[in-house]
Each structure stands twice: as structure tokens, then as C-alpha cells.
């Protein structure tokens, strides 16, 4: 596991204050909504706003972001594709 992916899943569980989510917990690969985690939509806009915040990356086209958001190891992948310099 990369330290990026580390540091997501710190994110996500503070910035979506999942209660009694140990970051340590989380697949890497496994899905962030669904079975998965249990995200919904209204997690995905404040993932959205994490990525903006903490990296600089805005997604050009939200409808592209289910791909993106599949699991914390697809969101490490496109944050390193697109940080900006």
C-alpha cells in the first residue's frame, strides 16, 4: 500500500466522518460504494471537494468520477495522473 493511499483513507474517513471507521480497515481495492464502504452520493461530492483541496484536482466531467471513485487504489492511481505540478 502507497502512502498516498494512506493518506486517503485518513481523509475519507475524517472528511466524511465515518464514527468507528479504523482507516487501517480499508481495502485498498475494495469499492467505496455499495457493498463496499457504503458511500452513497451525497460521499461522492465530498470526495469531490476533498480532491480539490487537498490535491488541486478537479474533475472535468463528474459524470467520469464512478470509474475514479471505484476503491481508495483507483483514486491514488488518478490523483498521481493528474496532480498539478
Known amino acids: 500500500m ?3 493511499e494512506t493518506r486517503l ?5 475524517s472528511g466524511l466522518h465515518l464514527d468507528g471507521v479504523d482507516p487501517a480497515s480499508i481495502d485498498s481495492d475494495a469499492p467505496l ?3 463496499g464502504l457504503g458511500l452513497d452520493s451525497i460521499d461522492a461530492l465530498e470526495i469531490t ?13 463528474p459524470a467520469q468520477a464512478k470509474p475514479i ?3 481508495v487504489a483507483t483514486l491514488a492511481d488518478f490523483i498521481r495522473k ?3 505540478q
Open 2 to 4: 502507497s502512502e498516498l
Open 9 to 13: 483513507k485518513t481523509l475519507i474517513v
Open 33 to 35: 460504494f455499495g457493498d
Open 49 to 61: 471537494l476533498l480532491l480539490e483541496k487537498h490535491y488541486g484536482i478537479r474533475l472535468a466531467n
Open 69 to 71: 471513485f471505484y476503491s
Open 82 to 84: 493528474n496532480r498539478p
